[in-house]
């Protein structure tokens, strides 16, 4: 059988952006991730590169109000053979965060709308939401939103850990429900955990190879 072993490797810090003239060339394939504040974004950046405060996870919700840009190679290895891609993995600002005001807001859903929709090397988006809360408006507009631009879309449930098994999978079944799709299509992650990592770096994988 077929050994296969991905991982991310030389993960570093980019930059940080508010507008489009400070995005870093569009030289690599790039792979966000989007959801509410204090859904857990920097923690499973960091969970999926093995490096611990490489995204800065936040105590207070809402401070990541740029754009940050990460630096990386998915290196894939089968049967012993290794091929790297390079990658930018890009930590989007969250939204639904009550207190900032209307206009940070405005202008943070301004410079969201305006990444997503000129940025030529976005290749997938993953769309993060808490397994523990139910899902709003924000979240099916949202996933609409991708659809409407033809920009691939990964549902994936955060903080797994925080439920027992079975509440897991009455959750997913929700989850499902609400977004019409398969459960398989939603990916159940854990950053404390590693729960789903494996899912993920694959997901990552198959955006990257084609
Ligand atoms: P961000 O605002 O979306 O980037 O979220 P952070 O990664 O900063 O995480 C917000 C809070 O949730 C922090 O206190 C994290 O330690 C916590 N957190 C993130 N992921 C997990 C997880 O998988 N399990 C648990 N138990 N806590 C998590």
Redesign the pocket.
Do not use: E, M, Q
């Given at each position: 059988m077929e050994r296969r072993d991905i991982a991310l490797i030389n993960p570093k810090y980019l930059t940080s952006a508010v507008e489009a003239k400070q995005y870093p060339c569009e030289e690599r394939p790039e792979i966000a991730?989007l959801?509410?504040?204090?859904?857990?974004?920097?923690?499973?950046?960091?969970?999926l590169c093995n490096q611990r405060g490489l995204?800065?996870?936040?105590?207070a919700?809402?401070?990541?109000r740029t754009i940050n840009f990460f630096t990386g190679e998915l290196r894939e290895r089968v049967d012993g053979e290794s091929t790297r891609h390079p990658v930018y993995l890009v930590?989007l600002p969250?939204y639904g965060f009550a207190q900032v005001s209307q206009a940070e807001r405005k202008r943070i859903d301004a410079m969201l709308y305006d990444y997503c929709t000129t940025r030529s090397t976005l290749k997938t988006v993953f769309l993060?939401m808490d397994i523990r809360r139910d899902p709003a408006e924000i979240e099916l507009q949202t996933l609409q939103f991708f659809r409407e631009h033809n920009i691939p879309a990964v549902l994936t449930a955060?903080?797994?850990?925080?439920l027992s098994k079975n509440e897991q999978a009455t959750q997913l079944l929700a989850l499902a429900s609400f977004f019409e799709c398969s459960k398989d299509e939603i990916i159940v992650?854990?950053?404390?955990?590693k729960?789903g990592r494996e899912k993920l770096l694959q997901h990552l994988s198959a955006c990257l190879s084609v």
């Open positions: 991730f959801g509410r504040s204090n859904v857990g974004k920097s923690s499973l950046i960091n969970s995204a800065k996870v936040s105590g919700p809402g401070k990541t930590d969250g993060l955060t903080k797994a850990d925080k992650t854990s950053a404390t955990k729960t």
